[in-house]
């Protein structure tokens, strides 16, 4: 079915097992005081779809808050990993939800842990090379300092071979004439 134009579409929501929502209102953010995980708050109209897949939202008493749009919602939080709301708008956007509507993981959280522990051992393995980078910058000081001394000792020695080179060949020079 087609929509008139300048029809005023609220934000969608699209969850990681291709459910939607409408969403009809958002809140900031807020840190979870039992777990520390943050979390985004939405005011959501489930979809029929989603209402036949979750049958708890045809409960009148669990989707109980009046939007003025002719149907109840839902308020529903979701950790901000798994929540890519990039478009700040209210209207003609998408928020897309890694997980389920009741947080089963789907193949995107699945790919998020995977990348998230991908990260931290890529992090670890960094810090491990320049840590060793260190290291070995630091013996390099070392080996040049070294190499340093022992080319001054090569210079000196070669000074006084010279010194009693050019000794010798005087006083040769002095036997001869």
């Known amino acids: 079915m087609a929509e008139r134009y300048g029809t005023l ?6 969850f990681g097992d291709d459910e939607t929502a409408t969403v009809v209102h958002e809140r900031s953010p807020r840190r979870d005081r039992k777990t520390g995980i943050i979390l985004k ?3 959501i ?10 049958p708890k ?4 008493t669990i989707v109980n808050v009046p939007t003025g749009f002719g149907e109840n919602a839902i308020w529903v939080e979701y950790p901000v990993k798994w929540v890519h709301d990039e478009n700040p708008s209210r209207t003609n956007a998408w928020v897309r ?8 993981q789907t193949p ?6 995977k990348y998230t522990e991908e990260i931290d051992n890529l992090q670890r393995e960094n810090e491990r090379l320049r840590i060793m980078n260190m290291t070995l910058n630091e013996e390099l000081k070392v080996m040049s300092s070294d190499l340093k001394e022992r080319i001054n000792e090569i210079r ?12 010798k060949s005087e006083d040769e ?3 001869q004439g």
Do not use: W
């Open 9 to 14: 579409k609220l934000k969608g929501m699209i």
């Open 41 to 43: 708050q939405y005011l």
């Open 45 to 54: 109209i489930p979809s029929d779809h989603m209402k036949a897949v979750y």
């Open 57 to 60: 939202l045809q409960d009148p």
């Open 97 to 104: 939800i890694d997980c389920s509507f009741n947080l089963q």
């Open 108 to 113: 995107e959280t699945r790919r998020h842990e």
């Open 156 to 167: 000196a020695c070669s000074d006084i071979l010279e010194e009693k080179k050019s000794n």
């Open 173 to 175: 020079d002095e036997y």
